[in-house]
């Protein structure tokens, strides 16, 4: 296996400043990744279960980050708020639609 670091770190830099809300990525496979990116502000003040993210977009939420702090102990309880990140797990189209990537 051949590994091209430029290429990896070219294609990293070209989601990462396209965006300024996104925070992190990283490609699963051709089809796969996790993004941190911001709380949309129509999020603000739901809770995962109210926005129904995995039905409407078909991804998951696989954490969260408040002041450095990863917390992955989401549940549909779980209130997001402007002060925290989102770690986003899906299909690359259905991440790009829901945070306009």
Same mark, same amino acid.
């Given at each position: 296996? %051949?590994?091209?670091?430029?290429? =990896? %770190?070219?294609?990293?830099?070209?989601?990462?400043?396209?965006? *300024? !809300?996104? &925070? /992190?990525?990283?490609?699963? *496979?051709? =089809? !796969?990744?996790? &993004?941190?990116?911001? %709380?949309?502000?129509?999020? #603000?003040?739901?809770? %995962?279960?109210?926005? @129904? #993210?995995?039905?409407?977009?078909?991804? @998951? #939420?696989?954490?969260?980050? !408040?002041?450095?702090? +990863? /917390?992955?102990? #989401? +549940?549909? *309880?779980?209130?997001?708020?402007?002060?925290?990140?989102?770690?986003?797990?899906?299909?690359?189209?259905?991440? =790009?639609?829901?945070?306009?990537?």
């Amino acid at each position: 296996h %051949v590994i091209y670091p430029e290429k =990896q %770190v070219a294609e990293w830099a070209a989601i990462r400043y396209t965006a *300024d !809300h996104i &925070f /992190d990525y990283m490609e699963i *496979d051709g =089809q !796969h990744a996790i &993004f941190e990116v911001e %709380v949309p502000h129509e999020w #603000i003040g739901k809770s %995962v279960g109210e926005l @129904n #993210i995995r039905r409407k977009y078909g991804i @998951n #939420i696989l954490g969260i980050k !408040h002041s450095g702090k +990863t /917390d992955v102990s #989401i +549940t549909s *309880d779980t209130v997001l708020s402007g002060e925290i990140t989102i770690l986003a797990l899906g299909e690359y189209k259905a991440l =790009q639609k829901c945070f306009r990537i």
